[in-house]
């Protein structure tokens, strides 16, 4: 299953930009997506993540100023962040875990897009 971020750039502090992950391939069920993050020298840390079921979860830090959604038709998942902060810079990664037609499961990565927020 192949994954294709899109959606990040260059944005001031205070502004908004919306992450998009599109999935394609043999796939049977999309599961949990997720949205992960990391800066030079740290580990990859969860921004988000949205089940089956649309259920979320959040990074406590970013409770409130980024929404995660999903459109199982398209297969594909979004991520709307307001309120930027230059803390937010990073590469954002998307994960998608699954069922393949094969009812094979897969976990598959995207290559990651850059945010950069400038102060």
């Known amino acids: 299953v192949q994954l294709v ?5 260059l944005v001031q502090a205070g502004g908004s930009l919306r992450l998009s992950c ?3 391939g043999s ?3 999309m599961n949990a997506m997720t949205w992960y993050r990391q800066t030079p020298g740290k580990q990859r840390e969860l921004v988000a993540t949205i089940a089956r079921d649309g259920r979320t ?3 406590e830090s970013l409770k409130g100023r980024f929404t995660i959604s999903r459109d199982d038709a ?3 998942v979004s991520l709307q962040m307001n309120s930027l902060k230059s803390e937010d810079t990073a ?3 998307c994960n998608a875990q699954g069922v393949l037609r094969d009812l094979v499961p897969f976990v598959s990565w995207g290559q990651g ?3 950069t927020v400038s102060s």
């Open 5 to 9: 971020e899109s959606g990040g750039g």
């Open 22 to 24: 599109a999935a394609s």
């Open 27 to 29: 796939i049977f069920r």
């Open 57 to 59: 979860d959040y990074a």
């Open 74 to 76: 398209k297969n594909t």
């Open 91 to 93: 590469v954002y990664y």
């Open 113 to 115: 897009t850059q945010l």
